[in-house]
């Protein structure tokens, strides 16, 4: 049976690059343990030898030539970037 | 005739005529939506823009036969996580508030090639996480049948425009019910297209092996109209399989050759769909549904399908484990919300996410994170996916003896405000109905069965094998038939707008 506690709330965090409010830690804490626990009745299913499924229909991906076919949109893209210099992204120092 | 009481090929056809333009059609329901949307609430963005240059290319696209298939001059809404070249996309959150994509998807693509009309964006539960719309960072929107309920989720916006006749058809987009449950709440037809018939190049993926398109209408024959329109192989989707889509071409079947398809046809009922968790009315109305069908020449068995009972928990799991990865590309560099004030790098990402995203959002990143951390994969995400394939073994054992499953959609209807988003786990139970399709790939379609005592529509769901589409239309219309013509939000007086 898992526990959520402070440390795998903490690695979840890390993770998931999120930061939970102080006040919100034990309501999440304890939201996150019923939901995990809710989710271990899988357990009563012997799945011994069972090949996992990653898609419902998997069905064979279809390649297509690496070809760039789109059409030029720079200046739209572009227009989405929170804070913008010379054409590139902005962020803060990171050495 | 009242431009909604038509199907959208008839109202196509009278565009195509010329016994009405493209703007007096888009005048009439731009119109409805003065008058409803300030209390209905089912858009995000009304596209104005981009509006009267789009009409004049449709008419005279109509006139000189470029467009001049099923649903040209047809308006349609969007729900606002499909890409929309120019038209802001926010997929309901404060992260993409201001992203404007650079590129339709290829539904939209498909849709303007066909000539249809993009009337908005419409509202939906913050990245498709969510069952009431209520998750939506931006507003509440109402279910036109009581404005006290909500319409459902997370295609909410969608079904309601639909429903409250803003709209002829409606694009939604359906990972764990999202189309089908909105589509019973509001009382109108929806479907999740078998996993890999629609292409999702421009949808912003929440879980990728279960997100799909699908068309949400009046009427089954409108719905399937939308679907031939959007379906089919795409380059830019991988995962969209090489198969062809049946299109009928313009023959709607006669109310006859409607109920004849249903002669011999095999229903098989799930008893563990109908049990403690289903409210009474709403067992009572696919009862009914499945006494219809039995008396006008279909087989209805009832069957056990056991490890239904297994699909939330193995839902949950696979889809928060991949919303995870999915949304991690929500940093605050290239587009979306940033965080004022960070100094360093990580913490940019970490406050640009924690006040871009809502509560459920980061409910389900955080449990997705957990599930697939060192230690815990093979527990959760691995056990969830060896579970999904016995699920989807299960199913195909039911499909070498039947043609459809028959199941409520929901097991309740539309609750009211307030009420599902306090217990997350009782939430997500809500789902029990719908999201073992998503995790088997399969197709399944949504048709208004009955009214509750509140006046609330109740959804028959319709499950078919993969791409068997065709045996699924051939089944809800001929059961659309047999029960007679579905009131509408505003025939039944109830909407209060």
Redesign the interface.
Same mark, same amino acid.
């Given at each position: 049976m898992i526990k959520i506690d402070e440390a795998v709330l903490e690695k979840a965090e890390l993770l998931a690059k999120l930061k939970v409010d102080a006040s919100e830690r034990e309501r999440t804490m304890n939201e996150m343990e019923k939901l995990l626990l809710y989710t271990e009745k899988l357990n009563e299913i012997d799945t011994e030898g069972v090949v996992p499924l990653s898609h419902g229909e998997p069905g064979e991906a279809t390649l297509r030539e690496d070809e760039v076919t789109n059409p030029d949109g720079k200046v739209q893209t572009l227009a989405n970037v929170p804070e913008l210099r010379n054409d590139c992204p902005v962020v803060p120092k990171t050495v | 005739m009242e431009l909604l009481q038509m199907s959208v090929r008839a109202m196509s056809e009278k565009i195509k005529s010329k016994a009405l333009s493209v703007k007096e059609t888009v005048d009439a329901l731009q119109m409805k939506l003065a008058e409803k949307e300030p209390m209905l609430g089912a858009f995000l963005t009304i596209n104005d823009m981009q509006l009267e240059q789009r009409m004049d290319e449709v008419q005279k696209g109509i006139r000189s036969g470029r467009y001049a298939g099923p649903l040209a001059g047809v308006p349609i809404a969007i729900k606002d996580n499909i890409c929309t070249?120019?038209l802001r996309t926010t997929c309901g959150s404060r992260m993409l508030e201001?992203?404007?994509?650079?590129?339709d998807a290829t539904v939209v693509q498909r849709l303007q090639d066909a000539g249809m009309i993009i009337l908005g964006k419409t509202n939906m539960d913050e990245f498709a996480m969510g069952s009431t719309t209520e998750t939506s960072a931006f507003r509440l929107t109402k279910n036109p049948w009581n404005m006290s309920h909500v319409p459902g989720g997370s295609s909410g916006g969608s079904c309601a425009a639909v429903a409250a006749g803003e709209v002829p058809l409606a694009l939604g987009s359906d990972t764990g019910g999202s189309v089908r449950q909105p589509a019973a709440f509001c009382g109108v037809v929806g479907l999740k297209p078998?996993?890999?018939r629609v292409s999702r190049y421009g949808l912003v993926a929440y879980a990728s092996?279960?997100d799909q398109i699908g068309p949400i209408g009046r009427t089954v024959a409108d719905c399937r109209a939308l679907y031939e329109c959007v379906a089919g192989?795409d380059?830019?989707d991988?995962?969209?399989?090489?198969r062809e889509v049946t299109k009928s071409l313009g023959h709607e079947p006669n109310v006859e050759e409607r109920i004849e398809k249903l002669k011999g046809m095999r229903f098989a009922v799930p008893k563990e769909y109908l049990g403690e968790g289903t409210r009474e009315e709403v067992r009572e109305a696919v009862k009914g549904a499945m006494k219809l069908l039995d008396r006008n020449g279909a087989v209805v068995e009832e069957i056990s399908l056991p490890?239904a009972e297994?699909a939330?928990?193995?839902y949950?799991?696979i889809a928060c484990a991949e919303a &995870?990865s999915n949304l +991690?590309r929500f940093?605050?560099?290239? %587009?979306?919300?940033?965080a004022e004030g960070?100094?360093? $790098?990580?913490?940019?990402?970490?406050?640009s996410?924690?006040e871009g995203?809502g509560e459920e959002v980061?409910?389900r990143?955080?449990?997705? &994170?957990?599930a697939? +951390?060192e230690g815990y994969y093979d527990a %959760?995400y691995?056990?969830?996916?060896?579970?999904?394939? $016995?699920i989807?073994e299960a199913f195909d054992k039911v499909f070498e003896n039947y043609d459809c499953i028959l199941t409520p959609t929901a097991p309740t209807t539309a609750p009211k405000f307030g009420t599902a988003l306090k217990d997350?786990?009782l939430m997500?139970l809500q789902d029990a109905d719908t999201v073992a399709v998503?995790?088997?790939?399969?197709p399944a379609i949504s048709v208004p069965c009955g009214i509750d005592a509140e006046g609330l529509p109740i959804g028959l769901q319709l499950i078919g094998n993969?791409f068997c589409e065709e045996t699924l239309f051939a089944a809800a219309e001929g059961y659309e038939e047999l029960r007679g013509k579905f009131p509408t939000a505003w025939e039944q007086g109830r909407e209060r707008l």
């Amino acid at each position: 049976m898992i526990k959520i506690d402070e440390a795998v709330l903490e690695k979840a965090e890390l993770l998931a690059k999120l930061k939970v409010d102080a006040s919100e830690r034990e309501r999440t804490m304890n939201e996150m343990e019923k939901l995990l626990l809710y989710t271990e009745k899988l357990n009563e299913i012997d799945t011994e030898g069972v090949v996992p499924l990653s898609h419902g229909e998997p069905g064979e991906a279809t390649l297509r030539e690496d070809e760039v076919t789109n059409p030029d949109g720079k200046v739209q893209t572009l227009a989405n970037v929170p804070e913008l210099r010379n054409d590139c992204p902005v962020v803060p120092k990171t050495v | 005739m009242e431009l909604l009481q038509m199907s959208v090929r008839a109202m196509s056809e009278k565009i195509k005529s010329k016994a009405l333009s493209v703007k007096e059609t888009v005048d009439a329901l731009q119109m409805k939506l003065a008058e409803k949307e300030p209390m209905l609430g089912a858009f995000l963005t009304i596209n104005d823009m981009q509006l009267e240059q789009r009409m004049d290319e449709v008419q005279k696209g109509i006139r000189s036969g470029r467009y001049a298939g099923p649903l040209a001059g047809v308006p349609i809404a969007i729900k606002d996580n499909i890409c929309t070249k120019g038209l802001r996309t926010t997929c309901g959150s404060r992260m993409l508030e201001r992203f404007v994509p650079a590129y339709d998807a290829t539904v939209v693509q498909r849709l303007q090639d066909a000539g249809m009309i993009i009337l908005g964006k419409t509202n939906m539960d913050e990245f498709a996480m969510g069952s009431t719309t209520e998750t939506s960072a931006f507003r509440l929107t109402k279910n036109p049948w009581n404005m006290s309920h909500v319409p459902g989720g997370s295609s909410g916006g969608s079904c309601a425009a639909v429903a409250a006749g803003e709209v002829p058809l409606a694009l939604g987009s359906d990972t764990g019910g999202s189309v089908r449950q909105p589509a019973a709440f509001c009382g109108v037809v929806g479907l999740k297209p078998t996993y890999g018939r629609v292409s999702r190049y421009g949808l912003v993926a929440y879980a990728s092996s279960m997100d799909q398109i699908g068309p949400i209408g009046r009427t089954v024959a409108d719905c399937r109209a939308l679907y031939e329109c959007v379906a089919g192989y795409d380059e830019k989707d991988a995962t969209t399989v090489k198969r062809e889509v049946t299109k009928s071409l313009g023959h709607e079947p006669n109310v006859e050759e409607r109920i004849e398809k249903l002669k011999g046809m095999r229903f098989a009922v799930p008893k563990e769909y109908l049990g403690e968790g289903t409210r009474e009315e709403v067992r009572e109305a696919v009862k009914g549904a499945m006494k219809l069908l039995d008396r006008n020449g279909a087989v209805v068995e009832e069957i056990s399908l056991p490890l239904a009972e297994y699909a939330v928990a193995a839902y949950y799991i696979i889809a928060c484990a991949e919303a &995870s990865s999915n949304l +991690s590309r929500f940093d605050g560099v290239k %587009y979306g919300y940033r965080a004022e004030g960070a100094e360093t $790098l990580h913490e940019m990402y970490v406050k640009s996410r924690s006040e871009g995203f809502g509560e459920e959002v980061k409910r389900r990143i955080l449990l997705g &994170s957990f599930a697939l +951390s060192e230690g815990y994969y093979d527990a %959760y995400y691995l056990k969830a996916l060896k579970v999904r394939r $016995l699920i989807r073994e299960a199913f195909d054992k039911v499909f070498e003896n039947y043609d459809c499953i028959l199941t409520p959609t929901a097991p309740t209807t539309a609750p009211k405000f307030g009420t599902a988003l306090k217990d997350p786990l009782l939430m997500y139970l809500q789902d029990a109905d719908t999201v073992a399709v998503n995790l088997a790939g399969l197709p399944a379609i949504s048709v208004p069965c009955g009214i509750d005592a509140e006046g609330l529509p109740i959804g028959l769901q319709l499950i078919g094998n993969a791409f068997c589409e065709e045996t699924l239309f051939a089944a809800a219309e001929g059961y659309e038939e047999l029960r007679g013509k579905f009131p509408t939000a505003w025939e039944q007086g109830r909407e209060r707008l």
